[in-house]
């Protein structure tokens, strides 16, 4: 690869929402390059699942996650103790693990004609006044023999996920960031398997909840959230965690009887701001923030790789017009604010009070209202397609 050190677009993170917005320029002919700080694809801290809303965007990006290898998921289980509710999504939804979704994603980037550094971490980001810029983006970038090098861009793209970068760190004081996340591959018993199949599993305890789906080359993916005071009354301890989720759902601890662990250790994450919605950037020097670096949902939402698609998607719209990042944030607050407070206010109180979950017992359309108040926009879900069985 010839490295040109001059780009229409710098795009920091190759994530999901980096990716996206290079195959759009790319395909636009503008001249990026997309800096990713992992040499190849990791696992990722994330329930994996592709909700009806993403897939379109996923596919208008030219990924085909049926393709690789992705299970289908045609309802959604509320548990507490036991099951309360099972709802049947609108249309179907995927689950497919990060490694491969990521990977086809950058890959596809690199068809479209995007440049790929991987293995470099972006150290500090110059805006175009700082004396050192000469009026372009400036990234310090360095990999892992520490050599380090500058490049340039005409524009500036944060996509760097959970991941603050030095100097752009975002304002999070407003968000729900006390829980802690845990991800955690199972082989299911062939019986457990076949009764998991076709399901997303939402199961509550106090303290938590977590998500459990099928996911490719016959894995469970179990990804469980817990307050961090909840998590150090246990020593911080993954087995003492899932001991405590089994005893609080006999219907997590039938599914996990008999079933072999498959990484060494759980993936974990904490400090993650749920709630958290750009601020506005007008009259401010500011690179394009896209994915988690705009808007985080709770994850209970399984919607934030679709909001990753669609702030990458809106954010080269935005660009390819002539737009400023600020009209682009802007934006995003707008679309996304209601939800965000609504969801995140939802997500306090089911961790506050469990209980809140057998509310579907009794108002099962409960849960309808929720996700389609909830939704990426320009794809809602009507709740009268919601079909209720419980
Ligand atoms: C517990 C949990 C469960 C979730 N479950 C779901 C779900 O089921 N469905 C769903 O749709 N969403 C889910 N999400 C949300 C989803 O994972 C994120 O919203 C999505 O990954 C955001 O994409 P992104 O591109 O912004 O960030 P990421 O996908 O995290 O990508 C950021 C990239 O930037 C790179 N990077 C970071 N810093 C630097 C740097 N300085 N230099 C270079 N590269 C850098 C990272 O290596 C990474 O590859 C969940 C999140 C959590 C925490």
Redesign the pocket.
């Known amino acids: 690869m010839i490295l040109s050190l001059n780009h229409d677009a710098l795009v920091?993170?190759?994530?999901?929402?980096?990716s996206a917005l290079a195959i759009q320029l790319a395909e636009a002919g503008r001249h990026c390059v997309v800096?990713?700080?992992?040499k190849t694809t990791q696992h990722?801290?994330?329930?994996?699942?592709l909700?009806p809303e993403?897939l379109p965007l996923l596919r208008r990006a030219g990924i085909h996650p049926e393709n690789l290898g992705a299970q289908t998921i045609h309802s959604l289980r509320i548990v507490a103790r036991e099951m309360l509710a099972e709802i049947t999504l609108p249309s179907k939804a995927l689950s497919l693990t990060r490694r491969t979704l990521?990977e086809a994603l950058l890959e596809r980037a690199k068809q479209a004609g995007a440049n790929i550094l991987r293995g470099f971490?972006?150290e500090r980001l110059l805006p175009p006044a700082d004396e050192e810029s000469r009026g372009l983006w400036r990234a310090k970038i360095t990999n892992a023999s520490h050599i380090s090098m500058y490049i340039s861009g005409s524009e500036a793209f944060l996509?760097?996920?959970?991941?603050d970068?030095r100097g752009w760190q975002r304002q999070t004081n407003r968000s729900q960031n006390s829980l802690v996340?845990l991800k955690m591959y199972f082989r299911l018993s062939p019986e457990q398997s076949a009764q998991l199949a076709g399901n997303v599993e939402l199961i509550f305890y106090p303290g938590g909840y977590a998500?459990l789906q099928p996911v490719e080359g016959n894995a469970a993916n179990l990804?469980a959230?817990i307050s961090r005071e909840k998590l150090r009354s246990m020593g911080s301890r993954w087995d003492r965690l899932l001991e405590y989720m089994r005893l609080q759902s006999p219907h997590l601890e039938r599914r996990l009887t008999g079933a072999e662990s498959l990484l060494g250790r759980p993936l974990t994450?904490s400090s993650?701001p749920y709630g958290f919605s750009v601020e506005s950037s007008f009259g401010t020097e500011s690179p394009w923030r896209?994915?988690?670096?705009a808007a985080v949902i709770p994850?209970l939402c399984?919607?934030?790789?679709?909001?990753?698609l669609h702030t990458a998607r809106r954010a080269a719209e935005l660009y390819l017009r002539g737009k400023s990042a600020a009209v682009f944030h802007d934006e995003v607050r707008h679309q996304f604010g209601r939800r965000l407070y609504f969801s995140t206010l939802l997500s306090r109180a089911i961790v506050a009070m469990p209980a809140l979950a057998h509310i579907t017992r009794v108002w099962p359309s409960a849960l309808s209202d929720i996700f389609a108040a909830t939704r990426v926009p320009g794809a809602s879900i009507h709740t009268e397609t919601l079909g209720m069985r419980c």
Do not use: P, Y
Request: net charge negative.
């Open positions: 920091i993170g190759g994530g999901i929402a980096g800096i990713e700080k992992a990722k801290v994330c329930g994996e699942f909700s993403t990521d971490t972006v996509a760097t996920g959970k991941h970068l996340a998500g990804c959230l994450l993650i896209l994915g988690d670096q994850s399984g919607d934030g790789m679709g909001i990753a």
